[in-house]
Nanobody, 113 residues
Framework: QVQPVESGGGLVEAGGSLTLSCAAP????????MGWFRQAPGKEREFVAN????????AYAPSVRGRFTISKDNTENTVYLRMNDLKPEDTAIYYC??????WGQGTQVTVGW
């Protein structure tokens, strides 16, 4: 079972920044993309951002575009989510995924007022 490993969550004040990391454990399969979803209390899991491994093309949810940046390190099989100008509504558990097939355990991001 392939499971990406997230890190970098935490508590931050509104307007602050955090960077999440997600490492794919191996490259024994053809990975097309990696990305992030999030789930806030009482809400459904929603798409945040995605990056395609070969082309580096990216996609963002409208709610985070311009504030969040997804990037990757090919040599480390790792993607990063730089989150700037965080808002209380960004508070959620952030889940990394590989090809929307393999999911991490999640990392908590809490944005205070």
């Amino acid at each position: 079972q392939v499971q990406p490993v997230e890190s970098g969550g935490g508590l931050v004040e509104a307007g602050g920044s955090l960077t999440l990391s997600c490492a794919a454990p191996e490259r024994s399969f053809s990975m097309v993309s990696m990305g992030w979803f999030r789930q806030a209390p009482g809400k459904e899991r929603e798409f945040v951002a995605n990056i395609f491994w070969k082309t580096s093309n990216t996609a963002y949810a409208p709610s985070v575009r311009g504030r969040f940046t997804i990037s990757k390190d090919n040599t480390e099989n790792t993607v990063y989510l730089r989150m700037n100008d965080l808002k209380p509504e960004d508070t959620a558990i952030y889940y990394c995924n590989i090809d929307r097939r393999f999911w991490g355990q999640g990392t908590q991001v809490t944005v205070g007022w």
